[in-house]
C-alpha cells in the first residue's frame, strides 16, 4: 500500500532531551517536507526537501533540522525540545513536482513537551 | 503574504443535504489549490487537486471548482452521508517556499443520520 508513515505516532518529553521523529514514505516521491498544525494557526511548513541532500527552510524552522540522506526518508530532528514545540507534526510527499501533484500526509505525530 | 479562509468555520446538515463549503484566498499567483479532509487520529487525505489552468474536478460526489481571478474556490458535496463527518481543509501552493501548501483554517462538517 502506498503510503507515508510517521514513528512515533505520540510522544511525551521532557525540555531539552533531544527526539527524533520519523517519516518514511515508499511512493519513490523526490519531493518531502514537515508541517506543524496548531490551534489557531492552522499548518505550517517547517522545512521541505526537493531530493536526497537537498533541503531547506519553511515558514517555522526554527528549533528544527532535517537530513535526507535516502529519498525514502525525511527524519525531523529537535535537538532541545521547548514546550512551544508541543504540536501536532505531519509528514508529506509528492512526486518530482508539487506542484503540478498531489500531496501526501503521513498520520501525524503528537508531541507534548513538558 | 498569502492568507487562506475557509467559510463556514462548521455546518452541521442532515444525511442526504446537498453542501458547499467556501475558500478564499488573497493572492492569485497559485499553481495549484489542494482539498483535503481530516479525520481525528488519521491524518489528512487528499480528495481533489485543481490546477491553476483548470476551472474544476470531479470525484464521485465531490466537485471542486476555481477561480483563480476572483481567489475562490468552492467544494461541492452532493448527497452527504454521516461519513463525510470530518474537518475540510483548503490548501493553495504557492512559490514562495518551494511545494509549500498554505491552509486555510478548515470547515467542520457533521452529517446526522
Not at chain 1, 525540555?15 to 516521491?29: A, E, I, P, W
Not at chain 1, 499548518?43 to 535526507?68: A, C, F, H, W
Request: hydrophobic fraction near 30%; proline fraction near 6%; charge should be neutral.
Amino acid at each position: 500500500e502506498a503510503q507515508v508513515t510517521q514513528n512515533p505516532r505520540y510522544l511525551i518529553t521532557v525540555t531539552g532531551k533531544k527526539l527524533t521523529v520519523t517519516c518514511s514514505q515508499n511512493m519513490n516521491h523526490e519531493y518531502m517536507s514537515w508541517y506543524r498544525q496548531d490551534p489557531g494557526l492552522g499548518l505550517r511548513q517547517i522545512y521541505y526537501s526537493m531530493n536526497v541532500e537537498v533541503t531547506d527552510k519553511g515558514d517555522v524552522p526554527e528549533g528544527y533540522k532535517v537530513s535526507r540522506k535516502e529519498k525514502r526518508n525525511f527524519p525531523l530532528i529537535l535537538e532541545s525540545p521547548s514546550p512551544n514545540q508541543t504540536s501536532l507534526y505531519f509528514c508529506a510527499s509528492s512526486p518530482t513536482d508539487p506542484y503540478y501533484n498531489e500531496q501526501f500526509f503521513g498520520p501525524g505525530t503528537r508531541l507534548t513537551v513538558l | 503574504k498569502q492568507e487562506v479562509t475557509q467559510i463556514p468555520a462548521a455546518l452541521s446538515v442532515p444525511e442526504g443535504e446537498n453542501l458547499v463549503l467556501n475558500c478564499s484566498f488573497t493572492d492569485s499567483a497559485i499553481y495549484n489549490l489542494q482539498w483535503f479532509r481530516q479525520d481525528p487520529g488519521k491524518g489528512l487525505t487528499s480528495l481533489l487537486l485543481i490546477q491553476s489552468s483548470q476551472r474544476e474536478q470531479t470525484s464521485g460526489r465531490l466537485n471542486a471548482s476555481l477561480d483563480k481571478s476572483s481567489g475562490r474556490s468552492t467544494l461541492y458535496i452532493a448527497a452527504s452521508q454521516p461519513g463525510d463527518s470530518a474537518t475540510y481543509l483548503c490548501a493553495v501552493g504557492e512559490g514562495t517556499s518551494y511545494g509549500k501548501l498554505t491552509f486555510g483554517q478548515g470547515t467542520i462538517l457533521t452529517v446526522h443520520p
